[in-house]
């Protein structure tokens, strides 16, 4: 390890991440010497930049869109996790010279929901998910493993969830996007893992009287922190989480592995990368 490790965010583009802030706010925190920074990175310049940078001094990167998937061709150990999602989001740079890839979305989501809704028990009845895409991938993987016994998916491209379906298994149930208000009946968890609702984007417009009113809602969008889908399923009397604590709790195991601290996620850390 060098004496000042380096850190840093691998995506394009990378100007709005909050892992800088985050990050940076951890080492001052906790007084270690390091640095993180945003790299922006096309898809042409990838490879050669995650050869290059043990040699600048790094010690590892996260991984963000849209190289999550591509990252995984330039690792020489990919985790079970992150090979069952077909994503890395936390690559470590071995001193000699390996590259080590993980997935901790799923392990962000699972914490998010620990902190924010410490009484909804995985294993108490079916999750909802609405969306297929990438993030989905990685919530169903973690519910999966933290024994979720039913999982109700709606996307809006039907055969794409279909596709989840054929890959996760058959405690997957794909429901049609019209009628995604239906998954609700029965669900003590939905999540919603589209862009809809997010700052400039529409909103997730599901009826939600089917919603029980106490069912744990979260949103992986967190521009807005509280979304147009949250602040419904708050007035039907629901448990929500926000999506930033998403974020947060995924930079947890790699900040950890790169200097050697565990850092905490509370409400100082919000307001750092708020702020
Ligand atoms: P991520 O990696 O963040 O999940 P993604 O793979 O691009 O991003 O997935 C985006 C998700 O948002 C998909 O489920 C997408 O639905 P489609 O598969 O039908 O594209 C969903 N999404 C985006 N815009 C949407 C919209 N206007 N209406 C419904 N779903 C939308």
């Given at each position: 390890?060098?004496?000042?490790?380096?850190?840093?965010?691998?995506?394009?583009?990378?100007?709005?991440?909050?892992?800088?802030?985050?990050?940076?706010?951890?080492?001052?925190?906790?007084?270690?010497?390091?640095?993180?920074t945003a790299l922006q990175v096309t898809d042409d310049n990838l490879e050669t930049t995650i050869r290059a940078l043990p040699d600048k001094g790094f010690i590892g990167a996260n991984v963000t869109i849209?190289?999550?998937?591509?990252?995984?061709?330039?690792?020489?150990?990919?985790?079970?996790?992150?090979?069952?999602?077909?994503?890395?989001?936390?690559?470590?740079?071995?001193?000699?010279?390996r590259i080590f890839a993980d997935n901790t979305d799923g392990y962000g989501f699972l914490a998010n929901l620990k902190q924010g809704a410490p009484n909804w028990d995985p294993k108490s009845g079916p999750a909802a998910i609405f969306g297929?895409?990438?993030?989905?991938?990685a919530i169903i993987v973690a519910l999966a493993d933290a024994g979720v016994p039913e999982i109700?998916?709606?996307?809006?491209t039907r055969p794409k969830a279909e596709a989840l379906r054929a890959e996760f298994g058959a405690r997957i149930r794909v429901i049609d996007w019209v009628q995604a208000g239906t998954m609700l009946v029965d669900a003590n968890i939905v999540i919603n893992t589209t862009s809809l609702?997010?700052?400039?984007?529409q909103e997730l417009k599901v009826p939600l009287d089917d919603l029980r009113s106490?069912?744990?809602?979260?949103?992986?969008?967190?521009?807005?922190?509280?979304?147009?889908?949250?602040?419904a399923a708050e007035q039907h009397g629901c448990t929500t989480v926000d999506g930033l604590g998403?974020?947060?709790?995924?930079?947890?195991?790699?900040?950890?592995r790169w200097f050697g601290t565990r850092p905490e996620v509370d409400e100082d850390t919000r307001r750092a990368v708020l702020a």
């Open positions: 390890m060098t004496d000042f490790p380096k850190a840093g965010v691998i995506g394009n583009p990378i100007a709005h991440s909050l892992s800088p802030k985050l990050h940076n706010y951890w080492l001052k925190r906790y007084g270690l010497s390091g640095s993180y849209p190289h999550k998937v591509s990252v995984l061709q330039f690792a020489h150990h990919v985790t079970d996790r992150a090979t069952l999602i077909g994503a890395a989001n936390t690559l470590i740079f071995k001193e000699d010279g297929a895409g990438g993030a989905a991938r109700l998916l709606s996307n809006r609702g997010m700052k400039g984007a106490d069912a744990v809602v979260t949103d992986i969008v967190y521009t807005p922190l509280r979304t147009p889908f949250l602040v998403m974020l947060l709790h995924q930079g947890v195991p790699g900040f950890e």
